[in-house]
């Protein structure tokens, strides 16, 4: 059980193009999803907060406008880069848990290349 | 403001050796919950522990094991007989009670034959 999928695996744009990527929980209700960034040897840095139904709540220095997260159902939120730059290039993961969860399941993760 | 510290960068043993990653936390809740996670070179986070901030209780999964002492804040994770697949990065992670994680920087551990 608590398994989370991501989509894509792997993603290479040009410069200036949006990508979307996904994050299923596929046996259980997410009530919550987190995105994280990891850049290459480095940990992992929380980006935003999702609720089911609610607008999703930014850390410090992340910009919302930059990284559109939505969470229309308990089973998949979306976070779309826009207008990607090669800076935006890292490895984001998700995350989801239950409301009756204190363990948070982890995606497998998206690569993200920008040219 | 919550803190996750895991001073060793990288630990190097030889397999079937011992190895004990060290996590210092800190934070101001009463109620916090610890967890470690392992990062093979895939990139896949997999959860190994929680523990929550009334059990101090030690716990034993295999060749794995953790020591969690709320006197010193930490949680350690100690793998007993090391093997080549344990090789990866492990994270000591730290959370409240909305469930948001602060990571600790990460140890890696190489394991050679």
């Known amino acids: 059980g608590a398994v989370v999928s991501q989509h894509p695996s792997w993603v290479i744009c040009k410069s200036g193009t949006s990508v979307k990527i996904e994050c299923r929980s596929l046996?259980?209700?997410?009530?919550?999803m987190f995105w994280y960034r990891q850049f290459p040897k480095q940990s992992l840095m929380l980006m935003a907060t999702?609720?089911?139904?609610?607008?999703?709540?930014?850390e410090q220095g992340v910009e919302k406008d930059k990284f559109l997260i939505n969470h229309a159902s308990l089973t998949l939120s979306t976070l779309t880069v826009t207008s990607a730059h090669p800076e935006d290039s890292s490895f984001y993961i998700c995350?989801?848990?239950?409301?009756?969860?204190?363990?948070?399941?982890f995606g497998p993760g998206t690569r993200l290349l920008v040219l | 403001a919550q803190k996750v510290t895991q001073a060793q960068t990288e630990i190097s043993v030889v397999e079937k050796e011992d190895v004990t990653l060290d996590c210092v936390y800190e934070?101001?809740?009463?109620?916090?919950?610890l967890f470690w996670y392992k990062q093979p070179p895939s990139g896949e986070l997999v959860f190994l522990i929680r523990?929550?901030?009334?059990?101090?209780q030690n716990e034993i999964s295999g060749r794995y094991s953790w020591n969690f002492q709320k006197s010193t804040s930490s949680f350690n994770f100690t793998i007993t007989a090391s093997q080549v697949v344990d090789s990866a990065v492990y994270f000591c992670?730290?959370?409240?009670?909305?469930?948001?994680?602060?990571f600790g920087a990460g140890t890696q551990v190489v394991v050679t034959p």
């Open positions: 992670a730290l959370s409240d009670s909305w469930g948001k994680l602060q």
């Open positions: 995350s989801a848990r239950s409301a009756a969860q204190e363990t948070q399941y």
């Open positions: 523990r929550n901030s009334f059990d101090e």
């Open positions: 999702s609720n089911e139904g609610s607008k999703a709540t930014y």
């Open positions: 934070t101001r809740d009463t109620t916090y919950y």
């Open positions: 046996d259980f209700q997410a009530t919550t």
